[in-house]
C-alpha cells in the first residue's frame, strides 16, 4: 500500500554491502557539482538510478515537511507528541528524545515485532513505526544515522495514501541536501 516494499528488503538478510566500493565513491564524491569524479570522467545519481536501485516511485504527489513551527504544523496546532501517542500508542521516554527525534534503539525494540493475534489498530501503529523506520534510517537518514523525525507522522497517519508520494524524486534531493 505504501509502495516501499522493495525498500523493505534492502536489509542484512536480502541485501550485503559492499563497504570498500562504498568508501571509493565516498571518496570520488564532490558535494560542489554533486557529481562522482572518476578516472573515465564524471558521473552522477540521477532520478532514474534512484527509482531503480530502490524500487521506489517517481510519479506522485511531492514530499515535504516544514520543520519551522514544526509543533504547530502537525494537524493544526495539536501537539506533536499528542499526535504521535495516538498514531503509535504509546510515547518514547524523555532520554530517548532529542527535540523532534527519537532513538532508533527505541522504536526497535518498541516495535520490534507485532503480538500475535494482534486487532487491525495494533498493526497498523507497528506499519506506521516500521515505516517511520524505513524512511528514518534508509531513505532520509540524518548524520547521527540512529534518530527517528517525527516529521513523518503526516504520511503515516494516512496509509493509504502513502503510495500517491513521488518517494524516488524525495531521496534524490535528500541525498543532495545532505551532501
Given at each position: ?76 496546532g495539536r501537539p506533536a507528541w ?84 513521488s518517494w524516488a524524486s524525495a ?9
Amino acid at each position: 500500500m505504501a509502495r516501499l516494499y522493495h525498500l523493505a528488503r534492502l536489509n542484512d538478510r536480502w541485501f550485503r554491502l559492499d563497504e570498500p566500493l562504498v568508501s571509493a565513491f565516498v571518496e570520488r564524491w564532490r558535494p560542489e557539482t554533486h557529481t562522482f569524479h572518476m578516472p573515465f570522467g564524471e558521473c552522477t545519481i540521477t532520478l532514474q538510478d534512484v527509482a531503480y536501485q530502490l524500487g521506489l516511485p517517481v510519479d506522485g504527489d511531492y514530499v515535504s515537511g516544514c520543520l519551522t513551527d514544526f509543533h504547530l504544523y502537525i494537524e493544526g496546532g495539536r501537539p506533536a507528541w499528542q499526535w504521535f501517542h495516538e498514531l503509535l500508542g504509546v510515547l518514547p521516554p524523555e532520554n530517548q528524545v532529542q527535540k523532534f527525534a527519537v532513538n532508533y534503539t527505541w522504536f526497535q525494540e518498541t516495535f520490534a515485532e507485532c503480538p500475535d493475534g494482534a486487532d487491525e489498530e495494533t498493526v497498523r501503529r507497528f506499519a506506521r513505526a516500521y515505516i517511520m523506520m524505513l524512511l528514518g534510517t534508509q531513505l532520509f537518514a540524518d548524520k547521527s544515522g540512529n534518530r527517528i523525525h517525527i516529521r513523518w507522522l503526516p504520511y503515516v497517519a494516512r496509509l493509504e495514501e502513502m503510495g500517491r508520494y513521488s518517494w524516488a524524486s524525495a531521496a534524490l534531493a535528500w541525498l543532495y541536501r545532505c551532501s
